[in-house]
């Protein structure tokens, strides 16, 4: 983790309130993993406390970030110019967990050979990211990338214009599967339902791993479906954090206690054991069958 003054060079408007902002620092780029954030320092008249955002993608000595212009400070910094500096700490939390030597692709497979085949054969990953969730998925997706390794990628979000990095996603080498709410581009309807067409229609492995970012709502749906077919589910938690290291506990969520380490019988809540963990220390990503929906 380092906390330093970093220099913008690029902000770029990609849709409606969406911004992409590129940020030169080599070690946060080149110490960072999918899933990790920043805590960026906006402005010290007008906002008091550091902003959270996902990293969405790297180069040897840049790293970008997505953000929605939602109150006051996202506002100030849509407005940022290249060359302007910020004081950022990160990268962190802890990313999403890779996946085992199992789930790479079987060597000898051939570019365009049926996907279905292809996921016997390994277990492609499959992410679903709804609105500026997709930005820790981009990362990851690259991540993959690196390894020829191609992921099933969904897409979900309110309207057209809130539909972001589908073509870079394909850049990747992914297939994407996009859905808008109110069917003004790709299909009609919450990504969740199609998540789970998917998983009926198409041959999956057991060894396929689902990730997932975006509104809570949905990834409880997705935790809920991944459950269903008894695949393994990473989520990343969007919750509003005051300080990222852990220390103010205010982005705390409950989680599944292992029983066998269960030792305060106060601690129950529908009758389960479960503990508090804050999302930016222990999470962002957790287990989704770890959390207390």
Same mark, same amino acid.
């Not at 913008?8 to 080149?30: A, C, E, M």
């Not at 930005?135 to 309207?159: C, D, E, H, R, Y």
């Not at 077919?229 to 852990?246: D, H, P, Q, R, T």
């Given at each position: 983790?380092?906390?330093?003054?970093?220099?913008?060079?690029?902000?770029?408007?990609?849709?409606?309130?969406?911004?992409?902002?590129?940020?030169?620092?080599?070690?946060?780029?080149?110490?960072? /993993?999918?899933?990790?954030?920043?805590?960026?320092?906006?402005?010290?008249?007008?906002?008091?406390?550091?902003?959270? @955002? %996902?990293?969405?993608?790297?180069?040897?000595? =840049?790293?970008?970030?997505?953000?929605?212009?939602?109150?006051?400070?996202?506002?100030?910094?849509?407005?940022?110019?290249?060359?302007?500096?910020?004081?950022?700490?990160?990268?962190?939390?802890?990313?999403?967990?890779?996946?085992? =030597?199992?789930?790479?692709?079987?060597?000898?497979?051939?570019?365009?050979?049926?996907?279905? $085949?292809?996921? @016997? %054969?390994? &277990?492609?990953?499959?992410?679903?990211?709804?609105?500026?969730?997709?930005?820790?998925?981009? @990362?990851?997706?690259?991540?993959?990338?690196?390894?020829?390794? !191609?992921?099933?990628?969904?897409? &979900?979000? !309110?309207? /057209?214009?809130?539909?972001?990095?589908?073509?870079?996603?394909?850049?990747?080498?992914?297939?994407?599967?996009?859905? =808008?709410?109110?069917? %003004?581009?790709?299909?009609? &309807?919450?990504?969740?339902?199609?998540?789970?067409?998917?998983?009926?229609?198409?041959?999956? %492995?057991?060894?396929?791993?689902?990730?997932?970012?975006?509104?809570?709502?949905?990834?409880?749906?997705?935790?809920?479906?991944?459950?269903?077919?008894?695949?393994?589910?990473?989520?990343?938690?969007?919750?509003?954090?005051?300080?990222?290291?852990?220390?103010?506990?205010?982005?705390?969520?409950?989680?599944? $206690?292992?029983?066998?380490?269960?030792?305060?019988?106060?601690?129950?809540?529908?009758?389960?054991? @479960? #503990?508090?963990?804050?999302?930016? /220390?222990?999470?962002?990503?957790?287990?989704? #069958?770890?959390?207390?929906?």
């Amino acid at each position: 983790m380092y906390q330093t003054n970093t220099k913008l060079i690029s902000n770029k408007k990609l849709s409606g309130d969406f911004f992409l902002l590129t940020f030169t620092n080599p070690k946060i780029s080149r110490n960072s /993993k999918p899933g990790q954030f920043i805590m960026l320092k906006i402005d010290d008249e007008k906002t008091f406390l550091r902003r959270p @955002f %996902s990293i969405c993608r790297t180069s040897n000595n =840049t790293f970008d970030i997505l953000f929605k212009v939602v109150g006051k400070g996202t506002e100030i910094l849509s407005k940022a110019k290249r060359g302007d500096i910020f004081n950022i700490l990160g990268p962190l939390g802890n990313g999403y967990t890779p996946l085992p =030597t199992s789930h790479l692709p079987a060597k000898g497979l051939v570019e365009g050979f049926p996907l279905a $085949r292809q996921r @016997f %054969s390994g &277990g492609l990953p499959v992410l679903v990211g709804g609105g500026t969730g997709v930005a820790s998925l981009l @990362f990851l997706a690259q991540s993959f990338a690196l390894k020829n390794i !191609k992921p099933v990628v969904f897409i &979900g979000a !309110k309207i /057209k214009k809130d539909v972001m990095f589908e073509n870079q996603f394909k850049k990747y080498g992914c297939k994407v599967i996009v859905s =808008t709410e109110d069917g %003004s581009y790709g299909k009609r &309807g919450m990504i969740s339902k199609f998540f789970s067409s998917y998983l009926i229609a198409n041959p999956y %492995s057991l060894s396929t791993v689902i990730y997932s970012c975006g509104p809570k709502p949905m990834l409880k749906e997705i935790a809920k479906i991944s459950k269903k077919y008894n695949l393994k589910c990473f989520v990343s938690l969007e919750e509003k954090m005051a300080c990222g290291i852990g220390t103010c506990m205010g982005c705390v969520v409950k989680i599944r $206690r292992p029983m066998s380490n269960v030792q305060c019988p106060m601690s129950k809540v529908q009758n389960q054991e @479960f #503990e508090y963990k804050s999302v930016c /220390k222990d999470g962002p990503v957790f287990d989704a #069958e770890d959390i207390i929906w």
